[in-house]
């Protein structure tokens, strides 16, 4: 049974800083490339950040760039997003994802809201 199991998430003033996690299980391949998309209610929803199986490859999107980091620890399964400088424009849900032999999967989402 494939599981994205979310922690992370909450309230921050404008600079501050949050790190979001995502443990991936339950797929017949041991690691699975990753993407944190975000959505922000009446936008729709975007990623924001993307890495491969071996976090060889690594994009993000240009509204976070330079402020938050994608990684991934491979003996825990997870996946992390690291978001610095965070800035009101930021709040929405966040979501992580994977799309795996034509089949998509979306952790619970957690709400990040960047408010003074």
């Known amino acids: 049974q494939v599981q994205l199991v979310q922690s992370g998430g909450g309230l921050v003033q404008p600079g501050g800083s949050l790190r979001l996690s995502c443990v991936i299980s339950?797929?017949?391949?041991?690691?699975?490339?990753e993407n944190w998309y975000r959505q922000a209610p009446p936008k729709e929803r975007e990623m924001v950040a993307a890495?491969?199986?071996?976090?060889?490859?690594?994009n993000y999107s240009d509204s976070v760039k330079g402020r938050f980091t994608i990684s991934r620890d491979n003996a825990k399964n997870t996946v992390y997003l690291q978001m610095n400088s965070l800035k009101p424009e930021d709040t929405a849900v966040y979501y992580c994802?994977?799309?795996?032999?034509?089949?998509?999967?979306w952790g619970k989402g957690a709400l990040v809201t960047v408010s003074s």
């Open positions: 994802n994977v799309h795996y032999d034509d089949m998509t999967y």
């Open positions: 890495i491969s199986s071996t976090a060889s490859i690594i």
């Open positions: 339950g797929f017949t391949k041991n690691n699975v490339a």
